[in-house]
């Protein structure tokens, strides 16, 4: 029988001497992640780069990207009361987070949803300011029709896909025998932060079928600050010398002096917006967001859930609408191309075209935590503040 050259082996072997050496910690032990690689002072813990923080989740702890959501569970919470919160069934939240159901969770542990729930959104229980309505996306084409006098197009339907992050952050499956370090290495991310991002305990222990979510890294890289030796860097300007007089020379005005116009006759530039209210507020309530151009449109007004919301003033029913979860909006033209929007709103007692008279009943406020209604002006397709109208 022919021998094989004993030196074909030998690399091989070389190579996992030197792979269990170097997983060696001093005094003993055995570093399976090559955290500190057999102390050499390279420290594979860490990674370069600065990540951002984790989005804050909605009142009910879900997070939303455009595609997929997690929850994020609170202290004392367990797989089966998240799953009771966000109206998921637990058996099947549990199975898709490989977790058994009933199991206790840490503050700040991400399980993943194997469906989309309802978006965040004051119905759903998320602060009034974390997600204004925005009429301007939602129901452009319609103000836009209303004001060129063409019939409104149906509302699309469907979920809506609006996101708390910028970047959607990539989704990881724990395999069996990864680690969070691993995970980390594996994409560039410092363990710290991926233990922060999904809620992992001091230990950094992971399961298999663990979904992790990878932070995203931070838009902006840090600024450097360079500093350069004595007598390097810019060159240094030499002074005039003293006893060298300055060329003269003449200089002219860059402007002729502005002359003072005469003061405005405010009185022949008052209009009806500026004098007596030209249109009146919808509902009866405290304002509780007020307009902030291309921020909030409009203003917010809190009322209870069901009560009457009248014209602001008389005109003619443009447009009906809805927005992305199939809540209505509704646009009223009156004179001189102004336009009211109404939104968050429920019960809609006219219908596209009515002539409508200030005061008039025209819906209801819908309910919600806090119930409140969404009220815009816009001269034209511009928004204005609507104050300017109702005082």
């Known amino acids: 029988m022919r021998a ?18 170097t997983a060696c910690q001093p005094g003993g032990g055995f570093d399976a992640d090559l955290r500190r690689f057999g102390g050499t002072g390279l ?13 804050a989740a909605d009142a009910r702890g879900i997070i939303s990207y455009p595609g997929y959501q997690v929850a994020v569970a609170r202290r004392g919470d367990t797989v089966d009361s998240v799953a009771a919160r966000i109206g998921v069934p637990a058996g099947e ?41 925005d009429v301007t996306a939602i129901a452009s084409g319609a103000i836009d029709r209303a004001g060129a006098g063409q019939p409104a197009a149906p509302a699309a339907t469907g979920v809506g896909t609006s996101t708390i992050g910028n970047t959607e952050p990539i989704r ?34 992971v399961r298999e079928g663990q979904t992790l979510l990878i932070p995203v890294a931070t838009a902006t890289a840090p600024v450097r600050e360079v500093v350069t030796a004595p007598g390097q860097g ?9 006893a060298k007089p300055l060329p003269s020379e003449k200089t002219t005005p860059a402007a002729e002096p502005v002359k003072t ?23 009866t309530g405290k304002i509780i967001r007020g307009y902030q151009k291309k921020k909030n449109e409009g203003i917010d007004i809190a009322a209870g859930a069901g009560t009457a919301i009248g014209a602001a003033g008389d005109g003619t029913v443009a447009a009906i609408t809805k927005d992305t979860e199939q809540v209505p909006i509704l646009v009223i033209r009156h004179e001189g191309n102004l336009l009211t929007v109404y939104a968050n709103i429920d ?8 002539t409508v008279a200030r005061g008039q009943p025209i819906a209801r406020v819908r309910a919600g935590s806090p119930a409140f209604m969404h009220f815009e002006v816009r001269n034209g397709y511009d928004s204005v503040d609507p104050m300017r109208y109702l005082e």
Do not use: C
Request: hydrophobic share 40%; no cysteine; glycine share 8%.
């Open 4 to 21: 094989f050259p004993t030196h074909t082996f030998r690399l091989p072997i070389l190579g996992i001497g030197v792979l269990m050496l």
């Open 43 to 55: 420290d594979t813990s860490t990674a370069a780069g600065a990540v951002a923080a984790r989005p």
């Open 93 to 133: 939240l549990a199975s898709y987070n490989a977790v058994a159901p009933g199991t206790a969770l840490r503050d700040g542990e991400v399980l993943a949803l194997p469906r989309r729930v309802a978006e965040p959104s004051p119905l759903t229980g998320a602060p009034v300011t974390s997600r204004p309505i």
């Open 172 to 205: 990881h499956r724990v395999m069996r025998g990864e680690t969070a370090y691993s995970v980390a290495r594996l994409y560039n991310v410092n363990v710290k932060a991926l233990a922060d991002w999904n809620g992992l305990g001091p230990d950094l222990s």
């Open 234 to 242: 810019s060159p240094t300007p030499t002074p005039p010398s003293a």
């Open 261 to 283: 116009p005469p003061a405005a006759d405010l009185g022949a530039q008052k209009t009806a917006a500026s004098g007596t209210a030209k249109l009146s507020m919808p509902v």
């Open 347 to 354: 019960g809609i007692t006219v219908s596209k075209g009515d």
